[in-house]
């Protein structure tokens, strides 16, 4: 099997990533393969395995992930450094299993007809105005929704609702949901402008629209990079067709690892 190692560059990243190549070279099952791989495996943290995903989002059809943390426990990183060995045994016994997440797919309009499809977050997508509030329609499945002023917006997948998201008060979504939700970004409400005020979910066959209404530039992000600061006319965000696959040699219950992020060690058994 063709394994590729993606590795952050702190200290702890480099001895796991060195210790596991060494592994890999002394397999007769397992080969390094950076370029056409069948399994990449992260080292480092979440921000390791988006940047993971996205160098490898061309032949994300092809590829299932690992992630290896070397800092916090994560929740897209499985795996401790020090359990180097019993991921070599069990890739030296993969028989394909997997587990997939929604991802979120972006597209740009921009003013005089020009569109982009932007590729695909595996966290989220934020539309912020460079200076000043950003004044914008927000059409759910083409019908107008709300008109929302505030500091941005942010839609993000289910496995990206542990993230950004729940910083700015989204709610934790099951990755087994195929759904996004958009969360606002420090609304201004008052008599002229009103927003929902809370975050919303939308099924598989709807979609989002924003629509800025002002001259200001935006900024569009998607998961860690800045897609673009020109002005847009629109941007429409959707459940992708596509998923992103993990390997699943073992299984974390999803609300046991939120509980143990962000609340401590508590027993879900009781
Ligand atoms: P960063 O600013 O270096 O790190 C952001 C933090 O978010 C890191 O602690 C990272 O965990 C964590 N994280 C990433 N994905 C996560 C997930 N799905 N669930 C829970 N935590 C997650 O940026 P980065 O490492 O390049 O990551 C980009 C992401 O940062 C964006 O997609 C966005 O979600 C997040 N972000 C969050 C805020 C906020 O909460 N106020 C603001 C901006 C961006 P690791 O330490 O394990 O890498």
Redesign the pocket.
């Known amino acids: 099997m063709r394994i590729a190692i993606y590795s952050n560059l702190g200290e702890a990243s480099n001895i796991v990533a060195t210790s596991l190549k060494n592994q890999i070279e002394k397999s007769s099952d397992l080969v390094i393969d950076g370029l056409n791989p069948e399994i990449v495996i992260s080292v ?8 993971a995903f996205h160098h490898y989002q061309d032949i994300n059809n092809k590829v299932r992930f690992i992630g290896i ?1 070397t ?2 426990l ?4 499985d795996w401790r450094d020090y359990e180097v060995n019993d991921l070599i045994a069990s890739l030296e016994n993969d028989n394909g299993q997997s587990v997939t997440y929604p991802l979120l797919d972006i597209k740009v309009n921009y003013p005089g007809g020009g569109s982009a499809d932007i590729g695909l ?4 997508s934020t539309l912020k105005q460079i200076s000043g509030s950003m004044v914008a329609d927000v059409y759910i499945k083409n019908q107008l929704f709300e008109s929302f002023r505030g500091d941005g917006l942010c839609v ?1 997948t289910p ?10 008060g989204g709610a934790i979504i099951n990755p087994r949901l195929n759904a996004i939700q958009m969360a606002e970004i420090s609304s201004i409400n008052n008599r002229v402008f009103r927003t929902l005020g809370s975050p919303l979910i939308i099924a598989p066959d709807e979609w989002i629209k924003i629509v800025p209404k002002s001259t200001h530039r935006t900024i569009l ?1 998607c ?2 990079q800045v897609i673009t600061t020109r002005k847009v006319a629109s941007v429409e965000f959707r459940i992708s067709q596509k998923r992103i696959a993990f390997a699943q040699y073992r299984h974390t219950q999803f609300w046991r690892r939120v509980s143990n ?1 962000f609340i401590g060690e508590v027993n879900l058994d009781d």
Do not use: I, Q, R
């Open positions: 480092g943290g979440d921000g390791t395995l988006l940047s943390h800092g916090h994560g929740f897209y990183t977050a595996l966290n989220e993000s496995s990206g609702s542990t993230a950004y998201n729940k910083s700015v992000t998961d860690h992020s």
